[in-house]
């Protein structure tokens, strides 16, 4: 047995190990039998959310435990509400922007922070004492798609209230295009934006279990770019299925990712003194722009391995206020401890605001490198560096960019994907580079 979690908890295909109703059950079991005793559950829409649900609820039941279902709830929304009541943990059904066959279990501690790799191998070897009264009743699950869309409106609200009061305005004059991609922001980002005063243009917010992050969210925004250019909008924000993270749209209909909203928020932050540090902290995967940039305004920058589990570990650790992804996880940490679009686009929406300037604006002040970025799929996730034909593909990317660019090769901790990011100062020769390397691990570890 491989280890379950990965960069951001358990995922797999819905059904099949380690989401299989009898592992399920015995994590429901694990973690009450680590002390977790209540334990808040939220999920997003897909088909097999509610099944999942209910083997959890009755695995955390039968150790004595007491489990609060909230229904659909976005990543941030359990985090918010493991650490603003009296709970032990918090779970989220959900595998973010994946599709919807997958799904996906992320464990919150008490203080809204994702569980530590330390805690993740307790519960990995509480599950691997197979004994009797971990195994599951054999029955036959099935999916209750008249309970997708569901949730307890008062959990709910108490998250959207907490998100209203982030910006420290009202957003009228804003014009918004939500696309919600069919997941769990489907009916708090509309009504948080209208309650706020902005003229709010939905789109992706119809979820049947099947439709989650399908040609629509954070991985697929080209609807929500054109539609923000052609309804004339101030900005579009697009989520994933479990609304942690946000990629933007200017009103020209040109995309900013997390590298812009880094730079923005930071120069934003610093000019009103609510910047805790001087220091922004991202992954190996940001710009080397952004770096750049951030210099020229008296800021450093600190990188991190990927996942935003690690860019709030270095914050935490060393006193940063703000930190992200360039995919679009940001984290805020005078609002909350996990990346969250919904909280992204609202402070985007008051620097808009306050600064009364367009989002293109911004946008332009930030010179991005190019960068190629490609994902391949591999049967295997061997160690690379001891496979000469990949290697020397690499070492050779290398020593052609030297100072002018970066090489990063690494593995995808939630999918089997090796990722290939080539960065530097001329298109076509970073574009031959990451080819050249993708091609090594298409012929001796391609799916």
Request: hydrophobic share 40%.
């Amino acid at each position: 047995m491989g280890r379950l979690f990965g960069t951001d908890g358990i995922r797999a295909v819905a059904g099949e190990y380690p989401l299989d109703p009898s592992t399920l059950f015995k994590l429901g079991l694990a973690l009450v039998r680590l002390g977790l005793q209540k334990i808040v559950i939220g999920r997003d829409t897909r088909a097999s959310g509610v099944w999942i649900e209910r083997v959890l609820e009755r695995a955390i039941r039968a150790e004595g435990g007491l489990p609060d279902l909230v229904g659909v709830i976005s990543t941030p929304g359990v985090s918010f509400l493991s650490c603003s009541q009296p709970f032990d943990a918090g779970l989220v059904v959900s595998a973010s922007h994946n599709p919807y066959h997958d799904n996906g279990i992320k464990i919150f501690s008490h203080d809204g922070t994702k569980l530590s790799d330390q805690k993740e191998d307790e519960i990995e070897l509480t599950l691997m004492d197979d004994t009797e009264i971990y195994r599951m009743p054999a029955e036959t699950f099935q999916d209750w798609e008249d309970e997708l869309r569901d949730f307890e409106d008062a959990q709910v609200s108490r998250y959207v209230e907490s998100l209203k009061s982030a910006p420290g305005r009202a957003l009228s004059g804003l014009k918004v295009v939500l696309d919600c991609a069919n997941g769990a922001a489907f009916h708090v980002a509309p009504r948080v934006f209208s309650e706020l005063g902005a003229e709010v243009i939905p789109i992706n917010l119809t979820p049947d279990g099947h439709n989650i992050n399908l040609n629509c969210g954070a991985l697929h925004p080209e609807a929500m770019m054109r539609e923000t250019r052609e309804r004339g909008a101030s900005f579009g924000v697009a989520f994933d299925g479990d609304c942690d993270r946000a990629i933007f749209s200017d009103q020209e209909g040109c995309l900013v990712d997390g590298d812009h909203v880094l730079f923005m928020l930071a120069r934003y932050f610093k000019q009103r003194g609510s910047l805790q540090s001087e220091c922004v902290v991202t992954t190996v995967m940001a710009n080397i722009g952004l770096e750049i940039a951030l210099r020229q305004i008296g800021l450093s920058m600190v990188r991190t391995k990927v996942g935003d589990r690690y860019v709030l570990e270095e914050m935490l650790r060393s006193g940063h206020s703000l930190g992200g992804e360039q995919s679009g996880h940001v984290i805020i940490r005078q609002h909350a401890v996990t990346g969250d679009g919904l909280l992204t686009a609202l402070k985007i929406s008051e620097m808009l605001l306050e600064e009364g300037r367009p989002l293109s604006e911004f946008r332009k002040e930030l010179r991005k490198f190019p960068q190629v970025l490609l994902g391949l799929r591999v049967r295997e996730k061997k160690d690379f560096s001891a496979i000469e034909s990949i290697a020397s593909q690499i070492r050779e990317a290398e020593d052609r960019l030297r100072d002018r660019g970066r090489v990063l090769v690494r593995y995808s901790g939630t999918e089997p994907l090796i990722r290939i990011m080539v960065e530097g100062e001329n298109q076509e020769e970073i574009t031959r580079c990451a080819e050249a390397i993708a091609a090594s691990f298409r012929e001796e570890l391609g799916a």
